[in-house]
């Protein structure tokens, strides 16, 4: 810390200004009407087939849904959760003075578009493909650049889903080359079986361990013939189907259906024409219910790598109807993407009018939850100018970082710094969901009060540095430039007096204010968790 007076400063800022917040929450949480400035007043019946489903389930549970986020609350929680960015202050001044009543829809079309996108979905991707060059998957750099390479572009070009699925089940040649067969090479073991539990954990959404031994063995036939070649090249490897003779084989697919397979075929066609048809009872369901997941916090199917018949979806006409709608789209994810986030289930307060695990498996609020680790960091150093610091335990080359790189576009896993792990970034072993861990912690909590790390991005310069300088001129103007730029929102009347109050208080500089009340924000729920 500075000194002893900065850590008052701070505390004293921070208990002012989450007073101010509870006393405005605290104010409206009987009321039945918004709550400002998080809600709009609530609408009439929507005719949107997501609403309306969601809606008949809610009134099944006599459960109440959420009034309609503000434009305040949308534009910030959009921005996050399609991009993983936060946005500039004038992107929140001309989307709140937009006076069109589609300007909603026209805003989500527009981040469909933007790189951020591709970098932030992609990180997704690489989360569950477990892209990583060291340790347990052992990649390599050169490799772990071709396949994230090829996972951005392939999101960046909107490429149908199914045609990505066969591209990473069919592909051989060079790991460095064709970047799709690492998703072979991206697995604890080379074994058909080891290889099955990854394709259905993956592309499925189901774990084997809940399979019958029979249905196990049977899935793993498809994936008998790999075969994985050094080559003279530092670290390649060829990824193919054996070319020695081998006799034919008769499989039985995961649905029950007989296959015969020749001795010079590849099984590995089979089971991808098999799984990307619309009639396929997990490929549309799993993707759904993933896209679902990531944009709602929290899939249908509960969790979204968990589907099997005694895990049964919360809801399951809705469903089944996004599954149609994707499979109608041939698999356009990003169309799926943009029916959801225009749905007024998704666009809903994350103030709840029903409490209760329904309410929160049923989709009567949006569900709160913190940020993710890498859109933190990139958050914390896009306030302050200031760029996080990367390193890998086993240096290799091409791990080179890009001083101006952006944390949701590192490529590479094994690449990671102590405020990454600290604050739940997955490690890639496994694929599953659940190696993410956004749940705060006590030792995440003392690091954004007290760290160094936290003080030194907040008066090393950049947009803070700026209002400091600009707040002896105009606090009222300052107040509200801290606001948009930290919580994406004009401040209230209460926050703006409380803020004053405090800067004038005579015991801090402006400039100190100004950073203490930044402090404050940042340690605030409104700035550290979607809501």
């Known amino acids: 810390m500075r000194n002893g007076g900065t850590t008052r400063h701070a505390v004293t800022a921070g208990l002012v200004a989450a007073g101010v917040l509870l006393t405005i929450l605290c104010a409206h949480a009987a009321e039945p009407g918004a709550v400002s400035p998080f809600e709009s007043a609530a609408a009439g019946p929507s005719a949107d087939p997501i609403d309306v489903l969601v809606a008949a389930k809610l009134s099944e549970k006599g459960l109440a849904p959420a009034n309609p986020c503000s434009d305040a609350v949308f534009v910030r929680r959009v921005f996050l959760d399609v991009i993983g960015t936060l946005p500039e202050p004038q992107e929140v001044r001309g989307f709140l003075e937009d006076p069109l009543p589609d300007k909603r829809a026209a805003l989500i079309d527009d981040l469909l578009l933007r790189d951020e996108f591709a970098d932030y979905w992609a990180m997704k991707w690489c989360d569950l493909l477990r892209v990583k060059s060291e340790f347990p998957i052992n990649l390599w750099p050169n490799a772990v650049q071709a396949y994230h390479h090829w996972i951005r572009e392939s999101i960046r070009q909107n490429k149908p889903y199914d045609q990505f699925v066969r591209e990473l089940l069919t592909s051989s040649g060079s790991n460095f080359r064709v970047a799709p067969v690492n998703f072979y090479r991206a697995i604890q073991g080379r074994q058909p079986s080891a290889i099955a539990e990854a394709v259905a954990l993956t592309l499925m959404g189901t774990r084997l361990a809940s399979w019958p031994e029979a249905q196990r063995a049977n899935l793993a036939v498809f994936f008998s013939r790999i075969a994985f070649k050094g080559t003279a090249e530092w670290k390649e490897e060829i990824v193919c189907v054996n070319p020695a003779p081998a ?56 969790e979204p790598d968990d589907i099997r018949p005694d895990n049964p979806p919360a809801n399951p006409e809705l469903l089944a109807h996004l599954e149609k709608e994707l499979a109608a789209s041939r698999y ?199 809501h």
């Open 247 to 302: 006799e034919a084989l008769d499989a039985v697919l995961p649905d029950g259906a007989a296959v015969h397979i020749g001795a010079e075929e590849d099984p590995r066609v089979k089971f991808a024409d098999w799984l990307i048809t619309p009639e396929n009872p997990w490929f549309a369901r799993n993707a759904a219910n993933r896209v679902w997941s990531w944009l709602m916090g929290r899939g249908i199917i509960h």
């Open 332 to 530: 356009d994810l990003r169309h799926l993407y943009r029916v959801i986030l225009n749905s007024r289930t998704y666009q809903q307060s994350s103030i709840a009018r029903s409490s209760g695990e329904d309410a929160e498996r049923l989709f009567a609020h949006y569900l709160v939850r913190r940020l993710d680790a890498e859109v933190l960091i990139d958050a914390f150093d896009w306030l302050s100018g200031t760029r996080e610091s990367y390193s890998s335990l086993i240096p290799e080359p091409f791990t080179f970082i890009p001083e101006q790189q952006r944390t949701i576009a590192l490529a590479d896993g094994s690449i990671s710094s102590a405020f990454l792990e600290m604050f739940g970034r997955p490690a890639r072993d496994t694929g599953l969901e659940s190696e993410r861990n956004n749940q705060p912690t006590d030792a995440q909590r003392l690091h954004l009060l007290n760290s160094s790390q936290v003080q030194r991005k907040i008066e090393a310069g950049g947009r803070l540095a700026a209002l400091a300088k600009n707040a002896k001129a105009d606090p009222p103007a300052a107040g509200r430039a801290w606001s948009l730029n930290v919580l994406s929102r004009y401040p209230t009347e209460p926050e703006v007096a409380a803020a004053l109050q405090y800067a004038q208080s005579g015991s801090v500089t402006p400039g100190e204010a100004v950073c203490d009340v930044a402090w404050a924000l940042i340690n605030s729920k409104e700035f550290l968790y979607r």
